[in-house]
């Protein structure tokens, strides 16, 4: 009958409530397109917010490219299971991590899932874990705007804020004006606009080398009334390190990158907090 909520749907919804009902903040990180460094800005982020002693999860739910274990050196991690709810690994010394990827057989598994079932696993994978008490929750999203991404964004309830992550090069800041509208469109404010890739520091004579160009990010965030957050440069340490498992806040805290990051996550709570 048409107007009829099915008592399914009624307890999928108290049990999408009941597993974000302790989050304060929940900042959803999103791309217009893939290989803009969305992943590399979501854990610096919730590295970051850790390392300010907030109460922090990060959560990946990008299922076909789920990077964000690897980005923190735990992807042969397995999950437990406590009262029916799956209970994310902890990054010492209490970021809470919770990717798909935990639920692959391998990490080399490609998931050949269709629409459909992916949209059911990621309703199951948010409602089915247990996250506790937490100041923060970050979500790296998949990249694009498609049915995957606006999915996940109206099982959210509440979020505080969309953080759009872009390069300097002109196809990405175009794909990024489509993810600003996209937000709009679906009723996410945007906290603001992260332009990566900004430069390359070179590290035997320190010299900045705008290979991608640069400022593109801050002209797109000025056409749309946005903020922007800032620029993170391209330092081959910190990509390394990346690469070993440990974000650049936490290994190379004197970097650029890091310092980057560092201003970017202060206006990032100035915004949220202010609501």
Avoid at 85 to 104: C, D, E, G, Y
Avoid at 121 to 143: H, K, T
Avoid at 214 to 220: F, N, P, Y
Wanted: proline content about 7%.
């Amino acid at each position: 009958m048409a107007g009829v909520i099915s008592a399914d749907k009624i307890e999928e919804d108290t049990r999408l409530k009941e597993s974000l009902g302790k989050i304060k903040h929940v900042i959803i990180v999103l791309s217009g397109k893939g290989g803009v460094g969305k992943s590399t800005v979501s854990s610096n982020l919730a590295s970051a917010l850790s390392n300010m002693g907030y109460e922090t999860g990060i959560m990946d739910v990008d299922i076909t490219g789920p990077n964000i274990p690897k980005m923190f050196g735990i992807e042969d991690e397995k999950l437990d299971v406590q009262n029916n709810k799956l209970v994310p690994v902890i990054v010492p010394p209490s970021l809470k991590v919770m990717s798909m990827a935990f639920l692959l057989p391998t990490k080399d598994t490609p998931v050949l899932w269709r629409g459909p079932v992916k949209m059911t696993a990621i309703r199951q994978f948010i409602e089915d874990v247990e996250w506790g008490d937490l100041d923060y929750l970050v979500i790296d999203m998949p990249p694009g705007t498609g049915d995957e991404a606006l999915s996940i964004m109206q099982l959210i309830p509440k979020p505080d804020g969309a953080v759009i992550v872009t390069t300097p090069q002109d196809v990405s800041l175009m794909d990024s004006r489509k993810t600003i509208t996209f937000s709009a469109e679906a009723k996410i404010p945007v906290i603001g606009l992260v332009e990566n890739m900004s430069g390359f520091i070179c590290p035997h004579c320190g010299e900045e080398t705008d290979i991608f160009k640069s400022g593109g990010g801050e002209t797109v965030a000025k056409e749309f009334g946005v903020q922007f957050l800032g620029k993170v440069p391209i330092e081959p340490s910190v990509v390394l390190s990346g690469d070993d498992g440990m974000p650049a806040v936490l290994s190379e805290p004197d970097s650029a990158s890091a310092q980057a990051f560092g201003s970017i996550i202060k206006k990032i709570i100035a915004t949220v907090e202010a609501k």
